[in-house]
């Protein structure tokens, strides 16, 4: 299939997966590999460079999400480290005084796996479920946070269905109780404003790529006051929670993608709603019995997960990627077991239903032409493939 140029397009719409690093952010990285390749914690001169870009990064970061503090931001690996040093940090460091952990059903494997590991050392978990757009029963929620309760964990947005968590609401019951509230904004941050003093948010994961910074960097924001004991022991680096020889370069081109964040959110959240709801309605019109997963307005900008009925998902994605597109079936993270989502199951969807989900999302080159020929093409892909499945009513291969 062709564009309307007669060539086939490249539209790639998988940044949930994996993002460009911006290229004003690779420039502002480089010096740092080379020239400037001193150790933070060295005495000579050649440290202070490293020590200052690290603190200049931390701002830029603190920045992004309304923290009072730069030394509120740990730098970590990424979004899996952040939440590991979240949950097993504040477990650890509060035994004493309980052994409750709150969370939800649709969180990051790299929340509910350390649940499952917090849980043989002696937790007890309670998942809060969604309703059917995948926003979190908030009454049950506050339920569960009981005088045991040692923290509370909610994603700001779930990356795979888009739908944005009414994290001000949930701040509010956990502050009033003294339960510190931890949000995974992996997906959110840099697509939707995120202010930790006004939400009540007392620790924050971040990943660099997710801001098209480098991979193999993210933060952890931990409000000041509150108390987390290290995951990984050493010498003490990040105010002794993340030992380590710092990734410099790496700390320094996430700090630029913060600031490139911050300043370009606003105007870059409009475009792509606009295409986003070019490219679901689009398709909910052309295609016959497609459906959208997640919430219809409380989603994030970038992200369309569109469900499509006696079709399998990976061939939809294997089909769409011969024609030069390229999406995904979920998150990037599950996709070597054949599982359906959880997500997708938390939401009342069926096993096949989940099957014949994809994920579309958009960035900062995606555009009108890119969106317009998804559209046109993904009516014929459906119909080919529903003509191959004896599942398919012949009405809908009329
Ligand atoms: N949390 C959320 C909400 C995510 O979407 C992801 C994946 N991008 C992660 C955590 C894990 O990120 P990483 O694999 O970069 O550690």
Redesign the pocket.
């Given at each position: 299939m062709r564009s309307k140029e007669g060539r086939k397009l490249k539209v790639y719409l998988d940044y949930?997966a994996a993002a460009p690093t911006d290229p004003r952010v690779l420039e502002a990285m480089m010096p740092y590999f080379t020239e400037h390749f001193g150790n933070p914690s060295s005495v000579h001169s050649l440290s202070h460079k490293a020590r200052e870009a690290i603190a200049e990064a931390r701002e830029s970061v603190a920045s992004l999400i309304g923290a009072e503090e730069p030394e509120e931001i740990v730098f970590t690996s990424?979004?899996?480290?952040s939440?590991n040093l979240a949950l097993k940090g504040v477990a650890i460091r509060n035994r004493e005084r309980g052994n409750r952990i709150v969370t939800t059903v649709i969180e990051?494997i790299?929340i509910l796996n350390v649940c499952k590991y917090l849980t043989r050392q002696g937790f007890e978990v309670v998942y809060v479920p969604v309703d059917q757009y995948g926003v979190v029963d908030v009454g049950r929620l506050e339920e569960a946070v009981d005088e045991r309760t040692i923290l509370v964990s909610v994603?700001y947005a779930n990356?795979e269905i888009g739908t944005i968590e009414p994290i001000a609401e949930i701040g509010e019951i956990a502050r009033e109780r003294g339960v510190p509230l931890h949000v995974?904004a992996?997906?959110a941050a840099g697509k939707v404003p995120i202010d930790v003093v006004r939400e009540k948010i007392d620790l924050l994961?971040l990943?660099s790529?997710?801001l098209y910074g480098p991979k193999g960097v993210?933060a952890l924001y931990i409000r000041k006051g509150v108390k987390i004991s290290p995951i990984i022991h050493g010498g003490g680096q990040e105010r002794g929670l993340r030992s380590g020889s710092e990734n410099v370069p790496g700390i320094v081109g996430m700090g630029k993608a913060a600031e490139l964040a911050r300043e370009e959110m606003e105007a870059e959240a409009e475009r792509l709603t606009r295409l986003r709801d070019r490219l679901i309605s689009g398709i909910l019109e052309r295609v016959p019995e497609s459906y959208l997963n997640g919430h219809p307005t409380q989603r994030l900008p970038n992200n369309a997960n569109l469900r499509f009925s006696y079709v399998e998902g990976e061939a939809l994605l294997l089909s769409l990627d011969s024609l030069g597109v390229q999406a995904s079936s979920g998150?990037a993270?599950t996709s070597k077991t054949l599982e359906p989502s959880h997500v997708l199951l938390a939401i009342g969807l069926k096993h096949e239903e989940a099957h014949g989900s994809v994920l579309f999302t958009l960035g900062r080159d995606t555009d009108e032409r890119g969106i317009d020929y998804v559209v046109r093409v993904m009516p014929r892909v459906v119909r080919r493939l529903r003509a191959m499945s004896p599942l398919t009513p012949k009405e809908l291969l009329r």
């Open positions: 949930g990424g979004a899996t480290e939440n990051h790299s994603m990356g995974d992996t997906a994961t990943s790529n997710d993210g998150s993270c």
